[in-house]
């Protein structure tokens, strides 16, 4: 089941923060990820994507039968220059023993209809050049790359209506 993040359970928010961190370190290595953001930033940057005063944003959990949360992704309508006003898949994790199993695939689902439903017309999300997990995953939902610069790529797709 994918459901948005309880914002009022401390838990969850520290869960996803900590699962941010996993994902820094698997991305970009011990060294580099589990230096770049103390964990009170991450669990701020979590409670950030939910306050309607800084962001429109969520959080989307998968929870299996038990209540396990098996992953997250986090998702905000973002601005630039270039591309104006998109939906941003800020990130995605899916818990190591439950990887290939579509969780990530029903993430992406669950993120467009979300994004559709705020009126976005394009869809993105960046990550390293090297992270063909992600790559491909995006690729087969339809994302291809417009933009690659110091080893980051960035993945978008045009939103039906
Ligand atoms: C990248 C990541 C989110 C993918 O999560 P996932 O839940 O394993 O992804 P899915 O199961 O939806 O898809 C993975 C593969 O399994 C396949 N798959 C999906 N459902 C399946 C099923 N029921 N049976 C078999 N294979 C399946 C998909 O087709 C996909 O194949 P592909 O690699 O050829 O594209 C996960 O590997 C992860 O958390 N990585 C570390 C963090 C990270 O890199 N985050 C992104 C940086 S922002």
Request: net charge negative.
């Amino acid at each position: 089941m994918i459901r948005p993040i309880n914002p009022d359970s401390p838990s969850e928010v520290e869960l996803v923060a900590t699962r941010m961190r996993l994902t820094l370190i698997e991305v970009l290595g011990e060294e580099v990820g589990g230096s770049m953001y103390t964990m009170q930033w991450l669990v701020e940057r979590v409670r950030w994507h939910l306050d309607p005063a800084h962001c429109i944003g969520t959080v989307l959990l998968a929870e299996d039968e038990t209540g396990a949360i098996l992953g997250h992704t986090i998702l905000r309508v973002q601005s630039d220059d270039e591309v104006g006003e998109h939906g941003l898949f800020s990130t995605f994790y899916v818990d190591p023993a439950h990887r290939g199993k579509g969780v990530a695939t029903a993430f992406v689902r669950a993120g467009e209809a979300w994004m559709r439903d705020q009126g976005m017309k394009q869809a993105m999300t960046y990550t390293a050049t090297n992270n063909s997990r992600l790559r491909n995953l995006m690729e087969s939902q339809g994302y291809g790359p417009i933009l690659e610069k110091n080893d980051m790529v960035v993945l978008a797709k045009q939103l039906a209506s």
